[in-house]
């Protein structure tokens, strides 16, 4: 099964910019889909982004203008590249290996998530 390592979190002031990694050897050669989610203190995780294995990034429209996510085969990572950043998208940040109906190495497992502050 693919797991996954975030890394990159970090503080910052509104209007900066991180960059969020998840690695996950073997999820481009088990051609797993790849999400990004997070979850604000005192609520529910909400979807940010994911990356299909054709490379087709979809977002939530929270932060689509702000945020891109691309993916590195020679090194088995997803980057979330996050820009204008706003103190809304303060938050622990967490990749996740997306089940896939054709492969159990893609089994839905989760990273142990980091954290992202932005101050104002």
């Known amino acids: 099964q693919v797991q996954p390592v975030e890394s990159g979190g970090g503080s910052v002031q509104t209007g900066g910019s991180l960059l969020l990694t998840c690695t996950a050897p073997?999820?481009?050669?088990?051609?797993?889909?790849v999400g990004w989610y997070r979850q604000a203190a005192g609520k529910q995780r909400e979807w940010v982004s994911s990356i299909d294995a054709t490379g087709r990034a979809t977002y939530a429209d929270s932060v689509k203008g702000r945020f891109t996510l691309s993916k590195d085969g020679f090194v088995d990572a997803v980057y979330l590249q996050m820009s204008s950043l706003k103190p809304e998208d303060t938050a622990i940040y967490s990749c996740?290996?997306?089940?896939?109906?054709?492969?159990?190495?893609?089994?839905?497992?989760w990273g142990q998530g980091t954290q992202v502050t932005v101050s104002s």
């Open positions: 073997g999820f481009i050669s088990n051609r797993c889909d």
């Open positions: 996740q290996i997306l089940r896939s109906p054709f492969t159990r190495s893609c089994a839905g497992l």
